[in-house]
């Protein structure tokens, strides 16, 4: 077990040299979540100038008008967000994302809100019928103690090769290059810095091993430190071959569009082509505190202390994203699991306690009700 991560490849944990690291046989396909886009007017020029081809092959693909997708972490709350999506399908008014990101669960979700209603299908199957031995197998007091993290995450590294097939990355492919953005977040833990990955481009790239580095992302964005085994990537940095560590997206944010340092407004003033957008927020997880007797053990204090800490940050992260958004002139929406919603499940990947969830999420994304325009507590 103490072996279990170990490789004859060296770990990068050089920040400067980490800057300009890069999977093998890739450019362009990743930047810190957390630093100013220095070619973000450059970059937005291309997908605008992408956009317009499009626009004229298919005059159905909004040209002035944008909308954005953000899906936040949360396990099997992830069921609520599927529930949402499905749901504003039948409601006739879910609009065409030209970017859509994802965290954690939200990165697993990601995809197929990326393609489309066609897809509504798949959601509702992950989120309805897996349970615990579909996600995790427990490692033993053993793991916890010696190995990396409390559980085995083979059974999520499956369950993503079955769902995430070199079809569904064909079909995210043509979609770059159409100017459309899927963007998944890890966390670089040896660096404490979020890092985007731009998983069109990664679709687009024709490399051979486009389809395991876009798994990789998914069960990196997906690995809650302690509970899954963080995620070895190999770079290249300076001509020699390195591995960085990376696990979940929501350690260091749990919903995300673009960094605070950079503005859409500016972009467009830039570009002299103001655009409409509306960007939406799907936190699956709910503001509101909930009370619950913690047992005085090691683990279960360390369970709850970081379900809190989560809970904060998210609140956190959604104030940031709409305080960009009143500054760039961006409509702000945003849909979380209601606070009146009582039921709990027996563990993190409860069947039943999923489909309830995903009832709730698809009855409320049928109406606009399930959208608030402020973040939590807002205008008390």
Avoid at 84 to 90: A, D, E, F, P, V
Wanted: charged fraction near 20%; proline fraction near 6%; glycine fraction near 8%.
């Amino acid at each position: 077990m103490l072996a279990a991560c170990g490789t004859n490849v060296p770990r990068l944990d050089d920040a400067p040299v980490n800057s300009f690291a890069t999977p093998v046989g890739y450019r362009g396909i990743r930047y810190w979540g957390d630093a100013e886009l220095k070619k973000l007017n450059e970059s937005s020029a291309v997908r605008l100038q992408e956009l317009r081809e499009a626009h004229k092959a298919d005059p159905t693909i909004p040209l002035e008008r944008a909308y954005y997708l953000a899906i936040s972490g949360g396990g099997g709350d992830g069921a609520y967000g599927a529930g949402i999506l499905t749901g504003w399908t039948k409601a006739g008014t879910r609009p065409k994302f030209e970017v859509v990101t994802g965290i954690s669960t939200g990165a697993l979700t990601a995809p197929y809100a990326f393609l489309g209603p066609e897809y509504d299908g798949k959601l509702k199957e992950i989120y309805t019928t897996i349970s615990d031995k579909d996600v995790l197998r427990k490692t033993g007091p053993l793991g916890a103690v010696f190995g990396s993290s409390l559980t085995d995450n083979s059974p999520l590294k499956a369950l993503v090769a079955k769902y995430v097939t070199l079809d569904l990355l064909d079909k995210i492919a043509i979609e770059n290059d159409k100017g459309r953005l899927l963007l998944i977040g890890t966390t670089n833990l040896d660096a404490q810095r979020p890092v985007v990955w731009n998983m069109t481009a990664i679709a687009a790239s024709g490399n051979p091993n486009r389809l395991q580095l876009f798994r990789d992302v998914l069960i990196a964005s997906a690995a809650i430190p302690g509970v899954f085994p963080p995620q070895l990537i190999k770079v290249q940095a300076d001509g020699k071959l390195y591995e960085e560590l990376h696990v979940d997206g929501g350690t260091t944010t749990q919903a995300f569009l673009v960094s605070g340092q950079n503005s859409l407004k500016e972009v467009d003033a830039a570009l002299k082509f103001p655009r409409k957008r509306s960007l939406y927020v799907i936190i699956n997880g709910t503001f509101a505190p909930q009370a619950e007797k913690t047992e005085t053990k090691t683990l279960a204090i360390a369970a709850r202390s970081i379900s809190t800490l989560i809970k904060s940050q998210s609140i956190g992260d959604v104030y940031k994203m709409y305080a960009q958004s009143q500054r760039d002139d961006v409509d702000f929406n945003l849909t979380s699991i209601p606070g009146d919603f009582t039921a709990k499940g027996k563990s993190e990947f409860d069947q039943v306690y999923m489909r309830k969830l995903y009832d709730l999420g698809f009855d409320l994304g049928q109406t606009p009700a399930a959208w608030s325009k402020t973040p939590p507590d807002y205008n008390k």
